[in-house]
């Protein structure tokens, strides 16, 4: 059974880090949701050779929800445990500046829905358990602190 490990600090060095996501805020606020066959999840993807973290997510927005986003700000990470050897996915918050016309994954060729919710709403609509909550409420944090939203 996969276990997810939700923790608001840096990676540890010795976990890999195989993915990078992003609490997407619209500037009035709104958290931006990926919907894939009716799961509701954040927006990002795997890192490429080369690639900065922050680069990947640029990049996975870009390809999934053709959206442009500034102001980053890391977020905590998440292990998971039971899928192979433990690794770390990362979590950021940003703004999203400009949401382009949905079309679909520029890599998977996958139509998916975006989801715009109220960041109270966020973190019971994200399928990720017990963790979204505590995602979107640090990412909440992170966002007010920034002055993102």
């Avoid at 939700?6 to 990676?11: G, K, L, M, S």
């Avoid at 770390?88 to 829905?113: F, H, T, W």
Wanted: glycine share 10%; charged share 30%; aromatic share 8%.
């Amino acid at each position: 059974m996969v276990k997810y490990i939700w923790h608001e600090a840096p990676v540890p060095d010795h976990l890999e880090v195989r993915q990078v996501y992003g609490v997407l805020f619209t500037k009035t606020g709104q958290i931006m949701l990926r919907v894939d066959n009716g799961f509701h999840g954040l927006i990002g993807g795997s890192p490429e050779p080369g690639e900065t973290y922050e680069e990947t997510l640029h990049r996975e927005v870009y390809e999934e929800v053709n959206c442009k986003i500034s102001n980053l700000h890391y977020l905590g990470y998440q292990v998971v445990e039971g899928d192979g050897e433990p690794y770390a996915q990362l979590r950021y918050v940003a703004r999203i500046d400009r949401i382009g016309k949905n079309r679909p994954d520029l890599d998977s060729g996958k139509m998916c829905e975006r989801l715009l919710v109220a960041p109270e709403r966020a973190g019971n609509t994200l399928d990720y358990g017990k963790e979204g909550p505590q995602i979107i409420d640090a990412a909440i944090r992170v966002a007010e602190k920034y002055k993102i939203i």
